[in-house]
Nanobody
Framework: QVHLVESGGGLVQAGGSLRLSCAAS????????MHWYRQAPGQQRDLVAG???????VYTDSVKGRFTISRDNAKTTVYLQMNSLKSEDTAVYYC?????????WGQGTQVTVSS
């Protein structure tokens, strides 16, 4: 059983930065694809950032220019650098990873941006 573990969430003032990390517990699983989603209260879970099949990062429009997704060379860990945070970025952020035909989700990490 693969367990994804996110870290790096917290409370930050508007304009601040946070860096989220996600890896499998134990840290030795090489995933095919990894993505970040978020879910605000009363809202659906939406894709924030991920990688296209050509390996290029893709972002939802609202975070372009502010968020950066990256992976370590071993492809075991995915990061989300979030800069210039806004109150509307407040949500639970979830890591999502594909391994073969299986998809895994982390437990989520809360990001709260105070205005």
């Amino acid at each position: 059983q693969v367990h994804l573990v996110e870290s790096g969430g917290g409370l930050v003032q508007a304009g601040g930065s946070l860096r989220l990390s996600c890896a499998a517990s134990g840290g030795l699983v090489v995933f095919d694809m990894m993505h970040w989603y978020r879910q605000a209260p009363g809202q659906q879970r939406d894709l924030v950032a991920g990688f296209a099949r050509n390996g290029r990062p893709v972002y939802t429009d609202s975070v372009k220019g502010r968020f950066t997704i990256s992976r370590d060379n071993a492809k075991t860990t995915v990061y989300l650098q979030m800069n210039s945070l806004k109150s509307e970025d407040t949500a639970v952020y979830y890591c999502n990873a594909d391994l073969g035909s299986d998809t895994y989700w982390g437990q989520g990490t809360q990001v709260t941006v105070s205005s």
